[in-house]
């Protein structure tokens, strides 16, 4: 099967013209005219998942984060997207992402975390007035305390820890969510009638909260990882005969809590 099969199933779901502009979702290695016959689907392109790859006789790499975000000035084994690119290279191993596409869709990133909080009604938070764009808001079913809102949530995304802000006094109805970086969207998901935005990589000075909403930062990894089971099922509908799998022992976090 051509490379390009696959990815065609994953740009109808995300289209590739949603990518920030800064981004470098697509092929980073090899290109649609690649023919494979097994993918791994991982979050991070890691020298470990590449090993993987190899190991389970991949021939194609999936992941969400790019492996190659900019321009490489070297490719030596001294760092670990040069060891990577190397490896894959070497191996055949075709290397794809879909970033802040698979971001921008409602069934994307946030929306699939929305699904796992239960959230309803939901919509885009930063539509770009076709229906795309980044961040979700919706609302609980039946509004809960903001302690029994963290707990829940904790335990439906399998977090160790949740930095937020100051407990709301009233009850969480509506709920904003960004997966990764979301700092930006603060102002939106409160102008939205928010009362907690969920997000990753909030800075010290932003968790001052605005007046009546409470801001959470799940952390970066925990706020996307899941999306590689959406890439899996996307690609499983379509495709059912195809060898595909998500990577089991390659996927963890740079982060570690003590």
Known sequence: MRAGEIAAVIEEFAPLRLQESWDNSGFCIGDADCQVHKALIGFDCTPELIEEALETGADMVITHHPLIFGGLRKISRATLTGRAVMDAIRGGVTVYACHTNMDKVLGGVSGHTASLLGLVDVKVL?????????????????????????????????????????????????????????????????????????????????????????????????????????????????????????????????????
């Open 126 to 258: 930063d539509d770009d007035g076709e229906g795309c764009g980044l961040g979700i808001i919706g609302s609980l079913p039946e509004p809960v305390p903001a302690g029994t809102f963290l707990a829940d949530m904790k335990s439906a995304l399998g977090l160790k820890v949740v930095r937020h802000s100051r407990l709301l006094t009233g009850p969480v109805r509506r709920v904003a969510l960004c997966g990764g970086s979301g700092r930006s969207l603060i102002a939106a998901a409160c102008k939205a009638g928010a009362d907690v935005y969920v997000t990753a990589d909030v800075s010290y000075h932003e968790f001052y909260a605005p007046d009546g909403m409470m801001i959470a930062d799940i952390g970066h990894f925990e706020s996307e990882s899941k999306i590689v089971d959406v890439i899996y099922d996307t690609v499983r509908e379509k495709i059912p005969n195809f060898a595909l799998r998500i990577a089991s022992k390659s996927t963890v976090n740079p982060v570690y809590y003590f």
